[in-house]
């Protein structure tokens, strides 16, 4: 988001749309109309899952409350963007999150460094290894007090430590419908993909707000799109990460699979998608099946790593989070 120019405030709220277009305008994406009575109940230590007319009276003054809410969501949008790598709102692992980082943004403005990290492993473990337990119930909003290292710790002894992240194998179906989606999604993400023609950083916030999950584009056509299969044995891989790529729509005449096979693409571009020497090669003679399985090889070495570093894991057990 750009910063407000000197002298100038940021426009006061007066309703929930107003609260809705501010936080709109720090390019993290839109929230759902129905979250905003959330966030601004769970921001003032409200039971967010009751109807926000029945906690607040019709004659309360409503702007308080609303800038409250404006600054707390916004430092948590940039504490998801800054320390938990997540680059845009729609690519949140488990949005049940939402309203427990913004009550604890309103309450510590600035946390300390460390207390930030623990933060950000606790989002990932939940969203990674607690997928059995919901986020929606006054308890957890109770565990957030004016002690922030206190706060995360209960948070994290909340949830399941990490454990069996290295069994991960097989990259899913492309997209952002599902937890897993979201995950494998923000660890391509974390790789910084260039554009194929131009070696430039794309960035994600309006690739996605432009395409949506249509920003991860195939490389070989999948099954019964009418296009060509791969060279080589029909592959199941074709419906997921492996035949994917996050990139802009090319102008008609040009293919994604065109310019890596043609050598039009600068050499830094690859390592940004995944696309390893050996899998490289392998498209270059022609084997699109070989191609795949070596990509999906180098997928996931690359996103058990990801998981690894943003959950707080130790290769072989958990590493307890040190006491400061």
Known sequence: MAPTPPGQRETSCQSLEDLGARLASRDFGRLEDDALPMLLLAVHGRDFMRDFREEFAAEDDWAPALERTARAVGRAFDFLREDAGIPHLDLVPRPDVLPLLCRFFHLHPQPPPAARVRLSHW????????????????????????????????????????????????????????????????????????????GAVLEPGPLLEN????????????????????????????????????????????????????????????PSHALGPDALAALRQGDGAAFLALRRDGLVTHIRAFIQART??????DAPIPEE
């Open 312 to 317: 707080g894991a130790d290769h072989a057990v």
């Open 123 to 198: 989002l990932w473990r939940h969203a990674l290894f607690d997928t059995g337990r919901s986020l929606s119930d006054a308890g957890a909003l109770a565990l957030l007090t004016p002690d922030a290292d206190a706060s995360v710790r209960a948070l994290l002894r909340r949830v399941v430590p990490p454990r069996g992240w290295e069994r991960y194998s097989q990259p899913g179906m492309a997209g952002l419908a599902s937890v897993a989606d979201r995950v494998e999604a923000n660890a391509l993400l974390a790789l910084k993909p260039r554009h194929l023609l131009t």
């Open 211 to 270: 395409q949506g999950a249509v920003a991860f584009l195939p490389l070989f056509p999948p099954p019964l799109s009418g296009g060509a299969p791969p060279p080589g044995p029909v592959s199941d891989l074709l419906l997921t990460l492996a035949n994917q790529v996050f990139h802009p729509v090319l102008a008609p005449g040009r293919s994604l699979l065109g310019l890596v096979r043609t050598g039009v693409t600068p050499p830094v571009v690859f």
